[in-house]
Each structure stands twice: as structure tokens, then as C-alpha cells.
């Protein structure tokens, strides 16, 4: 069974710099894109930034120049660097990956629980 576990999240004052980890584990036969979403309180859930297996790369307008999205394929994970975080980036972030888990079967969205990131002011 394919499960994606993030860490890295934690508190920071603002103006500092946090990286988050998501590492795919279980039957995989191939990852497509990979990526961060978050949800902060009482709204919906976000893109933030996503990465292709070719290493192709996209953000939210929101983090761009702030924020690195990265991947290693031998290791099956996904980084987010992030710097000059802000108060408004407070949220739970969400590593999401499209895997191929069979041979026989396609690729299927997963996400991972969250890791919550506070940034105080």
C-alpha cells in the first residue's frame, strides 16, 4: 500500500526558512508529479507548488521567489524549501504524489496527513 509521510513542519518567526520532506513508501512503479498543497484555517485547501518527474516545476503566484520545490527519484521524495515565510503562510501543508502502483493498474492521486507550519509575526 503506497503511503506518503511528511515532516519538516514546526513554528518560525517570520522572515525565517523551514523545509519540508515527503518520502513515498510501498508498491511503486512509477511517480509522476509531485507536489505541496496547504489549507490554513477556514479556507480551502491550495496549490502551492508541483514538480514532474522530469523536474519541470510550478508555483502559486503567492510563493514564487520564496519558495523551492524539489524532488530526488532514486529516494521517492519531495522537498519544499521554504524562505522569507510570512505570517499568511500559517497552514497545514499536504505532499501529494500521482502513483503508478501495478504494472496493470494507472496512476492514482495520494496525499499524506499534513504538517502543520506557523509562521508568528
Known amino acids: 500500500q503506497v503511503q506518503l509521510a511528511e515532516s519538516g513542519g514546526g513554528l518560525v518567526q517570520a522572515g525565517g526558512s523551514l523545509r519540508l520532506f515527503c518520502a513515498a513508501s510501498?508498491?511503486?512503479?512509477?511517480?509522476?508529479?509531485m507536489g505541496w498543497y496547504r489549507q490554513a484555517a477556514g479556507k480551502q485547501r491550495e496549490l502551492v507548488a508541483t514538480?514532474?518527474?522530469?523536474?519541470?516545476?510550478n508555483y502559486a503566484d503567492s510563493v514564487k521567489g520564496r519558495f523551492t520545490i524539489s524532488r530526488d527519484n532514486a529516494k521517492n521524495t519531495v522537498y519544499l524549501q521554504m524562505n522569507s515565510l510570512k505570517p499568511e503562510d500559517t497552514a497545514v501543508y499536504y505532499c501529494?504524489?500521482?502513483?503508478?502502483?501495478?504494472?496493470?493498474?494507472?496512476?492514482?492521486?495520494?496525499w499524506g496527513k499534513g504538517t502543520l507550519v506557523t509562521v508568528s509575526s
Open positions: 501529494n504524489a500521482n502513483i503508478q502502483e501495478y504494472v496493470w493498474s494507472g496512476p492514482l492521486d495520494y
Open positions: 514538480v514532474t518527474s522530469g523536474g519541470r516545476t
Open positions: 510501498g508498491s511503486i512503479v512509477r511517480i509522476n508529479a
